[in-house]
């Protein structure tokens, strides 16, 4: 009897298992069947999960997934008659992947449909890339292939994607020749441009391309000389300045790596720590809560007597005179005889009683209050101020330019002080707080470097920004975007970016981003 009592659920549960595997795998073969091969597919991965080596699942998932390349391809396909060539390719880019993640490739008629796509794709990006290179944009051409390059380099098409592939970057070496060509003494930002640009096609180019000792001595700086006049300023503040400005310097356009030409900042600083503290009497005022005793009139009752009358139920027995049968034993029959009874009858009877009314009065009772009493308690105490004064002024000497570099702060501190600890009347001691002067005169003068900063930044583009004359060689314009590009401002210039549209093809921010060191 036990062991059927375990058998039952056991077979319920075996039931239930297979009639539910079967029921995944009808809604998987009626997906296949009208043509949803995604959902199949999907169907038939979450039957694997279960049973990844089911071998009806395992070929269903091949199944849907064949159907699936077959109908992607067809899609692939009508977007090329469409002339959606660019959406077509990124769908070949996809599918490519999804076959290589599920290491499934076409066959058969698929295979031949796949490879005749493959062929109109690459030659459509061929058309695409010698468009670019006639026009001379070489980079552009290498971008766009880059991005679809891993479809071609495979099979029958390789050949061809690396011949494609050789061309753009013999197009890319020649571009880079002819900007060397435009490199001379007097274009040395141009020169570093054509450095960074032919070493992205893997050209080696001469130490021409290289910003000239010349150049680095007259215009560009390599470290911070920070000359600083002060009485009374912390040493340590000195440091903190100098390498403050030294990195203002390395994010500026007058920053050469490895100059030895350095830019001298003037600074004439003047500080102030004044402290008074004077002794004074403080009173601390405080209130106590102190019991009294008061007299209060209280609401109170009692129950009074009074005489009254009341009308009280009574019985009393009344006689009345009725017949009833007796027997005659003498003349043997029933006789009616008369007699008297009573009967109990009731009335009323007014009767004297005492009843209890409630009757109020007041009464003075005592009770303890409350009441607030202001005190004073005197203590002795100290008045402090601090005043913290700061000025500095002085410029940064660029070239014959002086940037001119002032800061002016003031701050007063000021308290009390004691060392009362008496906690019941609000009193807790309080120490002198002065502010450390070395943190204070970092934090009040953070504004020097944003301020040599932006001055270095403006100077630059003020030197140096100046759009290309008329007849100006690809060099010496080259020479005046690259040069003023060097400052913020100067990179959101329009001839800077039409420059490097018209000749690389791109906006200056994405090239630049594109030909680093």
């Not at 036990?2 to 079967?22: D, Q």
């Not at 390789?158 to 274009?187: E, M, P, Q, R």
């Not at 004044?274 to 019991?291: G, I, K, W």
């Not at 970016?497 to 594109?514: K, T």
């Amino acid at each position: 009897m036990e062991l059927n009592k375990i058998r039952i659920p056991v077979l319920f549960f075996v039931i239930l298992t297979v009639s539910g595997c079967s029921l995944q795998y009808r809604k998987a073969k009626k997906f296949l069947q009208n043509g949803e091969y995604i959902a199949a597919e999907q169907a038939y991965k979450n039957i694997l999960e279960k049973s990844p080596k089911d071998p009806e699942a395992l070929e269903g998932l091949h199944s849907a997934r064949e159907n699936i390349i077959d109908k992607r391809l067809l899609e692939i396909r009508y977007m090329r008659l469409a002339g959606n060539h660019d959406e077509a390719l990124s769908a070949f880019r996809d599918l490519f992947k999804d076959e290589a993640d599920w290491d499934l490739y076409p066959r058969g008629a698929v295979f031949f449909t796949q490879q005749e796509e493959l062929k109109y794709a690459l030659s459509h990006v061929t058309q695409i890339v010698d468009t670019r290179l006639a026009e001379k944009h070489p980079v552009l051409a290498r971008q766009y292939f880059d991005g679809y390059k891993d479809i071609f380099w495979q099979g029958k098409t390789l050949d061809s994607a690396k011949s494609l592939d050789k061309k753009i970057i013999d197009s890319g070496n020649v571009s880079c020749l002819d900007f060397v060509g435009n490199v001379s003494d007097k274009t040395p930002y141009f020169a570093g441009f054509v450095r960074r640009y032919c070493s992205y096609w893997g050209s080696p180019t001469t130490s021409s391309t290289t910003i000239s000792n010349r150049t680095a001595e007259t215009e560009l700086y390599g470290v911070v000389s920070l000359k600083l006049d002060s009485e009374d300023l912390p040493d340590e503040i000195k440091a903190e300045w100098n390498s403050g400005f030294q990195a203002v310097l390395e994010n500026s356009p007058f920053y050469g790596p490895g100059v030895k030409h350095e830019l001298p900042v003037q600074l004439t600083a003047r500080f102030k720590d004044l402290r008074n503290e004077v002794p004074v009497s403080l009173t601390q005022e405080y209130t106590t809560q102190e019991p009294y005793t008061a007299y209060v009139p209280v609401l109170k009752t009692k129950q009074v007597p009074y005489n009254t009358t009341e009308l009280q139920m009574k019985w009393r027995s009344v006689p009345y005179s009725t017949t009833k049968y007796e027997y005659n034993y003498y003349t043997g029959r029933y006789e009616s005889v008369p007699v008297t009874e009573y009967r109990n009858d009731s009335y009323l009877e007014s009767v004297p009683v005492v009843k209890y009314r409630t009757e109020f009065y007041t009464e003075t009772e005592a009770v303890t209050k409350y009441k607030t009493v202001p005190h004073a308690y005197s203590y002795a105490g100290t008045v402090y101020r601090q005043n913290l004064i700061l000025l500095a002024e002085g410029a940064a000497n660029v070239g014959k330019k002086k940037l001119p570099l002032v800061v002016n702060k003031q701050e007063t501190n000021k308290g009390v002080s004691h060392h009362e600890n008496i906690p019941d009347i609000g009193l807790t001691p309080k120490l002198i707080h002065y502010l450390n002067p070395v943190d204070w005169i970092k934090t009040n003068s953070r504004e020097l470097s944003p301020m040599l900063q932006e001055k270095l930044d403006a100077l630059w583009s003020e030197l140096y920004c100046h759009s290309p004359q008329t007849g100006d060689s690809v060099g010496q314009s080259g020479e005046l975007v690259y040069k003023c590009a060097r400052s913020e401002k100067g990179r959101a210039l329009e001839f800077v970016n039409q420059w490097s549209i018209a000749n690389l093809g791109l906006p200056y921010e994405e090239a630049s981003n594109l030909f680093k060191d």
